[in-house]
């Protein structure tokens, strides 16, 4: 989805790429291929088990 809606916004191929694999693989059970992907996973985590913890 994301990359079929970021080619109708006539993005950049290399921007959507890079935004394509922040998210894939972003699971707690998968290894990220990006710095941005581990990133979007750490933030996942945190927002899961939530700020007052």
Not at 26 to 46: C, F, N, Q
């Amino acid at each position: 989805m994301l990359k079929e809606e970021m080619t109708k916004l006539q993005y950049d191929d290399e921007i959507i790429e890079q935004c394509y694999l922040a998210i894939y693989k972003h699971s707690w059970y998968d290894m990220p291929e990006t710095l941005e992907g581990i990133i979007v996973r750490d933030a996942d985590k945190i927002d899961f088990i939530g700020v007052g913890r």
